[in-house]
Each structure stands twice: as structure tokens, then as C-alpha cells.
């Protein structure tokens, strides 16, 4: 993950809603790229550097992040604690055990694209959803993730993702594509064409355009 010092414009704008003045900003930037160093040159694991924490940079931490609750270190896994120092953008969360969830803190979100993915592949998602409206497109987020990385039993997830030069590749997302479309074919043998369905019809052929337009 790459710790910038200097904050991308929407970061900025996220810090200063968050009601942090000019300094505490200058001072966030510090805190991460002290966590970046340490992480680099001591071999410290994100986990540890938050462990190593004084009271008030947890402060800063937990403002800079527009958490609601006080950063418990115990209760943190590495991937969590890593993305407490991430853009506040969200541009470089990562997902280490690529379960398509971003942990950020102790919280756990569904993402997707997924945080691992290319570039690419998410300029091909922006492109393909520019006309949808929120909600269609909070819809199709989950419904792709489901399709990629299947359901959580008790926390256990359903069937296994491939790794993301896999599921990225020409062919791993052509399959994707292929399960979505042979998918939306028997929801339409059962139902018709519901709303849900010509949205996801459109969506598919939107992706795959996109998709096709920027592959690596």
C-alpha cells in the first residue's frame, strides 16, 4: 500500500468534514507516513505500529478515520489496522486475505470492485454504472460480489476466489461474465424480466464493454 504524504483533493476535503483544523491535517500526514516507515524499515506489522501508539495520535487516528469509537488495538486484525492508515479516499484500502471484504478497523464493508483489483477494472466499473442510479448500483455491488466470491455461513465463505491476476485475467473475467449472463438466463426462465433483471442485462453489457476497452 502506498502511504502518500501529500493527500489526493477528495482526501483532503473527507479530513476537513471530519472537522480536522490545517495543522491536525499536516499532522495525520505525519502519523501515516511514520507508520509507512515503520512498517519498512523496522519491520514492524501495521498491527504493531498501532499497538505502539501514544493516546493522542489514537486520537488523531480515530478522527482521521471518522470513527465513532475509540480504536481498541486487541480487537484489530492486520488487514484492519493497515487500512486505518490508507488514503481517506479509500484509494489504496487493501484486502490481504482476498475475501472481497475491507476491513478497516474493526468494521468490515463488501466492496467491489474489490480493492485488489486493477485499475483497470474499476474504470471499467465507473464507466459501466455512470447511469445508474445509487441504489441500482449499491444493488449490482453486492449481487457482483456474491457472484465472485459467494456467501458468508457463520463467517465462512462458500466457495473460494480466485487470486485477482486470476479472476482479472482475459479469461477469469470473461468467465465471470459468462456465469452472470447463465444466471440472469434462468432468473428470467423463472421470474421474466423483472426490474432487477433488465437492470443487470444492461449492467452485464456495459461491463463487458468496459471490461473489453481497458484489459490489460
Not at 483544523?21 to 519498512?40: H, P, R
Not at 478497523?105 to 465507473?126: L, Q
Not at 468467465?175 to 426490474?195: E, K
Not at 433483471?197 to 453489457?205: G, I, L, P, Q, T
Request: aromatic residues 8%; glycine residues 6%; proline residues 3%.
Amino acid at each position: 500500500m502506498q502511504i502518500q504524504n501529500d493527500f489526493s483533493t477528495k482526501s483532503q476535503s473527507l479530513l476537513q468534514l471530519r472537522g480536522l483544523s490545517e495543522q491536525q491535517v499536516s499532522d495525520f500526514s505525519a502519523l501515516l507516513t511514520k507508520a509507512q516507515a515503520q512498517q519498512q524499515e523496522q519491520h514492524l506489522s501495521y498491527k504493531q505500529v498501532v499497538q505502539g501508539l501514544s493516546a493522542d495520535e489514537l486520537k488523531l487516528l480515530q478522527q482521521g478515520n471518522s470513527l465513532a469509537n475509540p480504536i481498541n488495538t486487541s480487537m484489530l486484525s492486520e488487514e484492519g489496522a493497515q487500512n486505518l492508515f490508507a488514503q481517506p479516499d479509500g484509494s489504496d484500502l487493501v484486502d490481504l486475505n482476498n475475501d472481497g471484504i475491507v476491513e478497516h478497523g474493526e468494521a468490515k464493508t463488501i466492496t467491489f470492485p474489490p480493492a485488489n483489483a486493477p485499475e483497470w477494472v474499476k474504470k471499467a466499473w465507473d464507466e459501466a454504472t455512470a447511469d445508474m442510479s445509487e441504489s441500482d448500483k449499491m444493488m449490482m455491488q453486492f449481487h457482483m460480489h456474491h457472484m465472485v466470491y459467494g456467501f458468508q455461513i457463520d463467517g465462512v465463505a462458500t466457495k473460494t476466489a480466485p487470486l485477482p491476476e486470476q479472476q482479472w485475467s482475459t479469461s477469469g473475467w470473461q468467465d465471470l461474465i459468462a456465469r452472470c449472463r447463465s444466471a440472469l438466463d434462468f432468473a428470467v426462465n423463472m421470474d421474466g424480466w423483472t426490474d432487477f433483471n433488465k437492470v443487470s442485462k444492461a449492467f452485464y453489457d456495459n461491463f463487458e464493454q468496459a471490461l473489453s476497452t481497458h484489459t490489460a
